[in-house]
């Protein structure tokens, strides 16, 4: 992954804690760490986590109530509360709660360390290909207020590695018509140097 990602444990056993902590440090994420919901609270306070992961029973407070709040204060379309709720509350009633407020998987202790592990990586690579998509739709939002329909189409093609005689088949257009397309785009888009421009519209195009 690009980005490791960012995980909040919440749990008030210290040992399961530091173990989850050290696992997933180990897969070079970063972490945060809570032992009630007042410290998770202020971790979130300074950094939006990726991933949450939730005992239920804590301390001072219910993690069904503060998964709650997390959607309440800090979801956004472009960004979800992920959470992952990791609990002694087995019955199928609790299961069931945890799902149906939000939780996006639930996980009964005793558990599986490497299970364990596996899920918070599946969800991190899950939430960093939305992440990419999002900057892809961005991307080409932005470069469709620059170019012309024919033109992202011969830079989308462009940015592929396709040659002139390729692109042309693919949009209709002469071989010659494509090279004076690419210059426009090249232009417009502010891409001077002679050796390597397509290099240049490659990396500004997802």
Do not use: H, W
């Not at 609270?41 to 993690?63: C, F, H, N, Q, T």
């Not at 503060?66 to 609790?94: H, I, M, N, Q, S």
């Amino acid at each position: 992954m690009a980005n490791n990602g960012i995980v909040l444990l919440v749990e008030d056993n210290l040992k399961i804690l530091d173990i989850n902590r050290r696992m997933l440090e180990k897969e070079g994420i970063n972490v945060l760490t809570a032992a009630t919901l007042m410290e998770a609270r202020e971790r979130v306070k300074l950094i939006s986590p990726d991933v949450v992961v939730l005992d239920i029973m804590l301390p001072d407070g219910s993690g069904l109530d503060f998964l709650a709040e997390l959607k309440e204060k800090y979801e956004t379309p472009e960004k979800p509360v992920c959470a992952l709720f990791l609990t002694a509350k087995a019955e199928r009633a609790d299961i069931m709660t945890g799902l149906s407020i939000g939780g996006n998987d639930y996980i009964t202790k005793p558990y599986d360390i490497d299970e364990f592990r596996m899920r918070v990586l599946g969800f991190l690579r899950l939430i960093e290909s939305a992440r990419m998509q999002r900057q892809e739709n961005e991307n080409k939002l932005s470069l469709s207020a620059i170019l012309s329909k024919k033109e992202l189409a011969v830079a989308l093609l462009a940015a592929q590695g396709l040659y002139n005689k390729e692109i042309a088949g693919k949009v209709f257009l002469s071989e010659s018509r494509v090279k004076t397309c690419l210059s426009g785009i090249y232009r417009k888009l502010g891409i001077t140097e002679q050796s390597n421009k397509r290099e240049i519209l490659k990396k500004m195009i997802p």
